[in-house]
């Protein structure tokens, strides 16, 4: 149980492009799920926390009107890239905690690895 | 600023040795730790939760916490070239639900 599933898993793009990222849960319901990204090397940053019927919270630094989130379902939460550069060819990872369990691990998405030539 | 710090190394051991990785967080509310191994070019996948001071064993891990000293560890017993991966430590941070990772720490293990 409690499967998030994500899809594209991987995108090519052409810089000055959108891409959108899907995000679900497939047996359980998330009022919330979690944005993160991961550059080569890196450690997972967390990006956006998505909430299911408003907006998103961004973290510090992250550009709300280039990283749009829309969570409209309990299930569903998007991220789409607004004009990619190829600064922004990473790795995209999303996760939710089981309903009503917020100290219980995250369940990830296999994310989606984006690049932009 | 919340952190979450590991030793990037890589750490590299025998097979059947055992592994040690080690993780130190600063936010003294945290409550909760994970253990997440990740293999290149894939998501994080859980191996281990610890909630409470002291050891928890499940098979060949083994996770410690000792919420004073802000310290948690993961012990792989018994390795194998699978567990070659990054091993990330995770800190749920206290007030709020969103997770702090480490930077995370490669392990590879020779046979």
């Known amino acids: 149980g409690a499967v998030v599933s994500q899809h594209p898993s991987w995108v090519i793009c052409k810089s000055g492009t959108s891409v959108k990222i899907e995000c679900r849960s497939l047996?359980?319901?998330?009022?919330?799920m979690f944005w993160y990204r991961q550059f080569p090397k890196q450690s997972l940053m967390l990006m956006a926390t998505?909430?299911?019927?408003?907006?998103?919270?961004?973290e510090q630094g992250v550009e709300k009107d280039k990283f749009l989130i829309n969570h409209a379902s309990l299930t569903l939460s998007t991220l789409t890239v607004t004009s990619a550069h190829p600064e922004d060819s990473s790795f995209y990872i999303c996760?939710?905690?089981?309903?009503?369990?917020?100290?219980?691990?995250?369940?990830f998405g296999n994310g989606t690895r984006l690049t932009v030539t | 600023q919340k952190e979450v710090e590991q030793n990037s190394g890589p750490l590299s051991v025998p097979e059947g040795a055992i592994a040690s990785l080690n993780c130190t967080y600063s936010?003294?509310?945290?409550?909760?730790f994970f253990w997440y191994r990740q293999y290149s070019g894939k998501s994080p996948e859980l191996i281990m939760s610890?909630?409470?001071?002291g050891d928890k064993e499940d098979g060949r891990f083994t996770a410690q916490l000792n919420k004073a000293s802000q310290y948690v560890s993961l012990l792989i017993r018994d390795s194998q070239p699978s567990d070659s991966a990054t091993y990330l430590c995770?800190?749920?941070?206290?007030?709020?639900?969103?997770?702090?990772f480490g930077k995370g720490t490669m392990l590879l293990v020779s046979p």
């Open positions: 047996d359980f319901q998330a009022t919330t």
């Open positions: 998505s909430n299911e019927g408003s907006k998103a919270t961004y």
């Open positions: 996760s939710a905690p089981p309903q009503g369990l917020p100290n219980s691990p995250l369940h």
């Open positions: 936010d003294r509310g945290s409550q909760s």
């Open positions: 610890i909630y409470s001071n």
């Open positions: 995770a800190v749920l941070n206290s007030g709020y639900s969103t997770l702090t």
